[in-house]
């Protein structure tokens, strides 16, 4: 299934087993419910999520600032995975969330950066998603963030840029002033999954006789 920003996956899969039910049902005079409690929903992408953490981990030499004394770029990756749990679910569901600074100004330093991770961990905290690894840059920053079912990737990522917004507003309005912008982030984000597996072999798979 391919969803929309605002979908949250779990709205859209009660939808199908309750229509699915209802009609199925009624046609073969079945009794109700049609199927099992919970369900497997895992997420897959163009690229495997190993490859889309190396993008992540690669972002100083792909921007050009790996060489510099004091590249202005921090790097975030987690030791221990949180843990998001839902009620009858299995789910694994990662994305990778671009977001970019208003008129790609360059806001952030590497001490900045680490600032912006360290308090979006504590939004990922209180919201119930979890931050994996994340690259901070002076203009943009990339994420790789898992959701719960419950949770839209577009919920996901407007906590991530009203908190910071914010955060930033009350304890680094200078850096904002400084710039010439009047908000931090651009008004729209990138947001792709990734997963184990890639799209094509998940198609592969479903056709395979």
């Known amino acids: 299934m391919s969803l929309k920003p605002h979908q949250a996956i779990s709205r859209v899969i009660n939808t199908l087993k309750?229509?699915?039910?209802r009609e199925f049902c009624a046609e073969f005079d079945l009794t109700p419910p049609l199927w099992a409690t919970g369900y497997l929903a895992r997420s897959v992408g163009r690229a495997r999520i190993q490859a889309v953490k190396q993008y992540l981990a690669n972002q100083a030499e792909h921007h050009g600032y790996a060489k510099r004394a004091i590249p202005p770029v921090f790097r975030y990756r987690t030791g221990k995975p949180e843990?998001?749990?839902a009620e009858h679910n299995v789910f694994?569901?990662?994305h990778h969330i671009v977001l970019a600074t208003r008129y790609r100004r360059s806001v952030f330093s590497s001490g900045l950066g680490k600032e912006l991770i360290d308090y979006w961990l504590r939004v990922a905290r209180k919201r119930g998603f979890a931050i994996d690894q994340a690259t901070v840059l002076p203009d943009h920053a990339h994420l790789l963030a898992r959701i719960a079912p419950r949770m839209s990737v577009e919920e996901c990522a407007l906590s991530l840029i009203n908190?910071?917004?914010h955060w930033m507003s009350r304890h680094h309005a200078q850096a904002i002033v400084r710039e010439g912008i009047d908000h931090l982030w651009q008004t729209s984000a990138y947001a792709g999954t990734c997963g184990k597996v890639t799209t094509a072999q998940v198609k592969a798979f479903l056709v395979r006789p």
């Open 18 to 21: 309750s229509n699915i039910s």
């Open 83 to 85: 843990i998001i749990s």
């Open 92 to 94: 694994d569901l990662t």
């Open 163 to 165: 908190n910071s917004q």
